[in-house]
């Protein structure tokens, strides 16, 4: 089994990290012809503007969006939710998207990175106990389409309720960072959707 991870910006080495401490092979994807091969692709937390620029800089934005549409599964953090959204909410208006997960995705919808905060979130699917959370100029998502299922929401203070972890299909996205908290349990959920795919 090869994860991929797209290695333009971002927390790109985190999540090489904790797939390898999960025991699965991961390797960094940088161009087209490196995403042959790769039974997964994680979209790493970062910049979504400079991740979509360089994406499109790359050519990758069309692979990719070929590789999303093939049913083989990909995993977004953060941006890389805000990549997999169909529509983003306060973005660029040049912005593009790899159109994954029927959403409406708000960039920044926690505030400035001052505004970063942690919290349990409790993770439909994923065993032991609420996450620890990491969140960093965060989004969250304000709609979802029949197809997608809600698996996480902030349990807590003034923005409790809100969505923070879908699934639709092999696509999953969180807002927060895991490859940050040393939990592996989101990582392990993600090699086991891809494990299924193959």
């Not at 490196?34 to 692979?63: N, Q, R």
């Not at 197809?147 to 969180?174: F, M, S, W, Y």
Request: with cysteine.
């Amino acid at each position: 089994m090869n994860i991929g991870v797209l290695a333009l910006q971002g927390d790109v080495r985190e999540h090489l990290s904790a797939l390898a401490e999960a025991d699965v092979l991961a390797r960094p994807v940088r161009r087209p012809e490196e995403l042959d091969g790769v039974d997964g692709l994680v979209l790493p937390g970062g910049e979504s503007t400079a991740i979509s620029k360089l994406a499109a800089a790359f050519g990758l934005l069309e692979p990719i969006r070929s590789f999303v549409a093939s049913g083989k599964p990909v995993y977004g953090s953060c941006a890389g939710m805000i990549m997999l959204a169909t529509k983003v909410l306060d973005g660029r208006s040049d912005q593009e998207t790899f159109h994954g997960i029927e959403m409406t995705v708000r960039r920044n919808a926690f505030g400035r990175q001052v505004d970063s905060f942690e919290a349990p979130v409790a993770i439909d699917d994923i065993e032991g106990g609420p996450f620890h959370a990491i969140f960093i100029r965060a989004p969250w998502v304000e709609e979802v389409g029949d197809d997608v299922r809600v698996l996480g929401r902030v349990a807590e203070g003034a923005d409790a309720g809100r969505i923070v972890a879908v699934r639709q299909g092999n696509l999953l996205a969180t807002a927060f960072h895991p490859e940050l908290t040393g939990d592996l349990r989101v990582h392990r959920y993600f090699v086991e959707m891809v494990r299924q795919a193959l």
